[in-house]
């Protein structure tokens, strides 16, 4: 089965979301919509895309108490997206209650969403971890830590960067999902994302997902772009 290649739609609006997907033509891909697109148009947005038979993940992060994001996820859950996401840094009780809203809201019949757990943010450095969180050690120790969480409430994986992967699959064992954002060719501007790695980075170590925004949707030619980034994670001329 073919990894997949999640293209972040940070668009600031429909118009543009619109404009770049037609750039696709009956391409089928798998997209993520997050907080700047769900916010201003909600469920519809979903639909449209779906509607084109793109895969979706809704990256809304959820961070709050239990019952709240167990009612939040009932609502996702019937929105018929394929994954969602959560902060690991929310706690065991926090994504148990997320999966239990996951379960709770999927239509019959229908297949529950995956739900992955952000571990620490791909922008996100040692330093800043250790003086601005308070949590001692290694980015890989906070990581790993948060992803054995993870697993315990059962959760199918977590969202970390490419550097941290083999370690959770050592440890954690290959089924648990690696989502890796953070993804730049070797040539291109990193802006505000500090532990970056380039797709082939990324499969060499065994990532289960990649997610690439501005590397493709701020590109002169941004099918041209996705077209070499899909050649360098798949590792074959397409
Ligand atoms: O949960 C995420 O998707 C996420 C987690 C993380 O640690 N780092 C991270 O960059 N992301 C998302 O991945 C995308 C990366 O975008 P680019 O930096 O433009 O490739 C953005 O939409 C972020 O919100």
Request: with cysteine.
């Amino acid at each position: 089965m073919r990894k997949p290649l999640i293209i972040a739609l940070d668009f600031p609006n429909m118009e543009k979301t619109k404009h770049f997907l037609d750039l696709f033509g009956g391409e089928q891909l798998v997209v993520k919509v997050g907080m700047e697109l769900y916010y201003q148009y909600g469920p519809g947005i979903i639909d449209y895309i779906k509607e084109q038979g793109h895969g979706v993940f809704l990256d809304l992060k959820l961070h709050d108490i239990p019952n709240t994001v167990k009612q939040a996820m009932r609502g996702l859950a019937g929105l018929n997206v394929d994954l969602v996401n959560v902060h690991a840094a929310g706690g065991a009780n926090m994504m148990e209650a997320a999966l239990e809203g996951l379960v709770a809201g999927t239509p019959a019949g229908q297949e529950r969403p995956r739900c992955i757990a952000v571990t620490q943010l791909t922008s996100t450095t040692k330093e800043q971890m250790n003086e601005e969180q308070r949590i001692i050690g290694s980015i890989e120790e906070s990581v790993l830590h948060y992803a054995r969480l993870t697993e315990c409430a059962g959760l199918d994986g977590v969202v970390c960067s490419t550097h941290e992967v083999s370690r959770i699959h050592e440890r954690i064992g290959k089924g648990f999902l690696t989502v890796t954002p953070g993804i730049r060719m070797a040539e291109g501007e990193t802006h505000d994302q500090k532990r970056v790695a380039t797709p082939e980075q990324a499969r060499r170590l065994g990532t289960d997902a990649i997610v690439v925004g501005r590397s493709i949707t701020a590109a002169e030619n941004p099918y041209q772009s996705y077209k070499k980034v899909l050649e360098a994670w798949e590792g074959v001329k397409i």
